[in-house]
């Protein structure tokens, strides 16, 4: 059973974009699902731009974020933070995972790792190996850990099975999104995460992560994946196309049907400012269904 909605505006939801792509379809469902979760409990809606990926990010996609959020009628609390600003934080907490003998550094080639699919074997974890050139792998211990989902139900992954010690820090030097966002959820308050079920298979590392530095664990909800017909996950070579302005109170509207929410006839001719409020107070995160076809989705 997923549990009740927070009753009460100490409620914190955050949206967090990554800024490697426009946002589409999918995005707003996770957008439109995090803003109502909190809306309708009078909480606060933050927004973090996860830009951690320099050679990723795709140049004007913040800014394209940004103005396709105001354009579909989304308000936050407070300035956007961006992840490039924190870098001093992740550093630190990397030196102290370091210096307390929880994350270690590891030379291990991306080539020679091809031959063992699955989790990390292990190579560098007693290896005493430099820190030059090097990634840093946390240590994961042999436990299971487990949520319960407020959509998807009971979740759980043996971590030193099925995960392995991950990394938090490339050799690159740029910092893994599974330290960051835990790092900033914890800074910013968030009681309550709301995002995409692509999501669902990091919660357990997450999880670990906060119990080891001491944060607390928020609540998680993470929205449906859309279902192709075979049953196969929507793939990333399926491109929906970037959201435009003009198509802001139908798509709305749409996303609303996704998630299972009620809609009404007036709201077509609506601003999407008047679809957002309108949706506020009707808010049934239990309404919410697991998985989506492309047809519920209504992409087809
Ligand atoms: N930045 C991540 C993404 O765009 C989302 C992170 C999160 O919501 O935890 O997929």
């Known amino acids: 059973m997923p549990s009740p909605l927070p009753s009460t505006s100490n409620y914190i939801g955050r949206f967090a974009p990554t800024p490697s792509g426009y946002l589409h379809f999918g995005s707003l469902i996770a957008a439109l699902a995090s803003y109502l979760d909190a809306r309708a409990v009078g909480g606060r809606w933050l927004l973090r731009m996860e830009d951690l990926d320099p050679p990723r990010e795709m ?3 913040q800014d394209a974020i940004v103005q396709a959020l105001e354009a579909y009628g989304f308000e936050w609390d407070g300035s956007m933070q ?3 600003k924190r870098h ?3 550093e630190e907490m990397i030196e102290r995972l370091l210096r307390e003998g929880l994350a270690y550094p590891c030379l291990c080639s991306r080539k020679q790792l091809e031959a063992y699919p699955g989790p990390y074997p292990g190579f560098c974890r007693d290896a005493g190996q430099p820190l030059e050139n090097a990634a840093i792998r946390l240590r994961v211990p042999n436990l299971e850990y487990r949520f319960t989902d407020r ?3 009971k979740f759980g992954q043996h971590l030193g099975r099925e995960v392995g010690d991950f990394v938090i ?3 690159d030097g740029l910092f893994a999104y599974q330290l960051a966002v835990v790092l900033d959820d914890a800074w910013q308050g968030v009681t309550d995460v709301v995002r995409g079920a692509d999501l669902l298979d990091s919660t357990p590392r997450q999880l670990y992560l906060q119990e080891l530095l001491g944060l607390p664990q928020p609540r ?3 929205v449906p994946l859309i279902i192709q017909p ?5 793939g990333k070579s399926y491109r929906s196309p970037p959201l435009q302005p003009e198509q802001a109170t139908p798509l709305l509207l749409r996303a609303l049907r996704a998630l299972g929410q009620p809609t009404a006839p007036e709201l077509n001719d609506a601003l999407p400012g008047e679809v ?3 949706a506020v107070p009707r808010w049934d995160a239990d309404l919410i269904p697991r998985t989506l076809t492309l047809a519920e989705a209504q992409l087809v």
């Open 59 to 61: 140049p004007g996609a």
């Open 82 to 84: 961006r992840q490039s």
């Open 88 to 90: 001093a934080v992740y």
């Open 151 to 153: 959509v998807q139900g």
């Open 169 to 171: 820090r490339r050799r």
């Open 220 to 222: 998680y909800l993470h």
């Open 230 to 234: 075979d049953g196969h996950k929507l």
């Open 276 to 278: 957002l409020a309108w």
